[in-house]
């Protein structure tokens, strides 16, 4: 589903981590569940994150940010559209 997303969205970023071969990703992004997006729009200068939330709002809470479970592409499509209208 990500590397589909990719095709529509060159200027993107899909990462994808496999937390069996990653731990310390589970503890740097805190993972609570799998699977487990996030949408990031940007890093700040002061070095914090600004986030879509699941409703398509920005947000600088990372816990609100949370997108958890399986999503189809066609429900992530209106979150990247949301974060690349933000940036």
């Known amino acids: ?8 969205y ?8 496999d937390l069996g ?9 805190y993972v609570n569940y799998v699977p487990q997006l ?3 729009v940007r890093k700040n200068a002061d070095g914090s994150y ?8 920005t947000t600088a809470d990372r816990s609100q940010s949370r997108i958890v479970g399986y999503q189809e592409a066609g429900a ?7 974060a ?4």
């Open 1 to 8: 589903m990500l590397q589909g997303l990719s095709g529509q």
């Open 10 to 17: 060159p200027g993107v970023a899909f990462l994808y981590a």
């Open 21 to 29: 071969q990653s731990p310390a990703l589970q503890d740097a992004f």
């Open 38 to 40: 996030e949408v990031i």
């Open 50 to 57: 600004l986030y879509i939330d699941p409703n398509g709002h």
């Open 76 to 82: 992530l499509t209106p979150l990247i559209n949301a």
């Open 84 to 87: 690349l209208a933000a940036r």
